[in-house]
């Protein structure tokens, strides 16, 4: 008996039909597409195995700024070594900190061997106690340049007013003036040398035109800190408002408040002494 074959079986006996019926197909779409390219492309699609939303893996050029991590935290043109160890610009070298302690370059500590770290890591060390950073620091010496950072008397490199390390001492608290009560300081009228003396942060005082203590919660910087309502690094020694002590008596004043006002105090309206 005689078989007949067509393009719906081999002379094997199986269906050839769904092979037919898909190379008919890819010949009309390269027709159609008008080119032996148009199959090329378009047999990914038919065949089951290409995957259409998947590009092609490049090697992507490594980001420039992979380089440069931290490179924000210290000042500009300032390298990871310099930031660490020194030396600190010629503003700070030897310059007096808020307490009174002058800066000896060749007496200084390794921030290694001081517990140096940031205020947030530094309450976890067992010695630290809150509210207490540079800012409030007896050694700190506070931005002079604009760069937001400073120095300090006992330690190495650049040093921000929110870090903090194992040598921490408090500012010494002042003296109540002679004929004058604590309860005073609040109101008084300063001294003459700062009734429109120039701020830190070259503001001048007007007289006329203060805001009272108490409406401006001032209060001592370590306590606001650790209550929460400073930010670490923040004092009236680093305030671009604050007038520092002009008669050796360890107070100050303030362009924006009235009374007297003391290194280690802050308040609501703290400002930056770079900002100024």
């Not at 300032?78 to 310059?95: D, L």
Request: with cysteine; net charge negative; charged share 30%.
């Amino acid at each position: 008996m005689t078989e007949n074959f067509s393009r719906e079986s081999g002379g094997d006996g199986y269906d050839r039909s769904d092979v037919f019926d898909l190379l008919a197909r890819r010949r009309y779409l390269a027709a159609a597409a008008g080119t032996t390219a148009g199959l090329a492309s378009l047999s990914g699609c038919l065949s089951g195995t290409g995957d259409t939303d998947t590009e092609a893996e490049t090697d992507e050029p490594p980001d420039e700024d992979d380089d440069e991590d931290g490179d924000d935290d210290r000042p500009e043109g300032v390298s990871e070594e310099e930031f660490e160890r020194g030396p600190v610009p010629e503003a700070y070298q030897t310059a007096t900190s808020l307490g009174g302690e002058t800066r000896d370059p060749d007496d200084l500590q390794p921030k290694g061997n001081v517990k140096f770290s940031e205020y947030d890591d530094a309450l976890e060390q067992p010695t630290h106690k809150p509210g207490r950073c540079c800012a409030n620091c007896a050694d700190y010496i506070p931005d002079k340049n604009g760069d937001r950072f400073g120095a300090c008397a006992e330690v190495e490199g650049y040093v921000d007013g929110a870090d903090w390390c194992s040598l921490y001492e408090s500012l010494p608290e002042p003296s109540v003036p002679e004929g004058m009560n604590e309860g005073d300081l609040a109101t008084a009228e300063v001294p003459e040398a700062y009734r429109t003396a120039t701020s830190q942060g070259d503001e001048t005082r007007n007289p006329e035109q203060l805001s009272a203590q108490a409406d401006v919660s001032l209060t001592e910087s370590v306590e606001a800190l650790a209550d929460g309502d400073a930010e670490p690094g923040q004092s009236c020694g680093n305030c671009a408002e604050f007038i520092p002590d002009q008669n050796g008596d360890g107070w100050g004043a303030c362009a924006a408040v009235k009374g007297f006002v003391a290194t280690e105090d802050w308040c609501v309206i703290w400002e930056h002494v770079s900002e100024g």
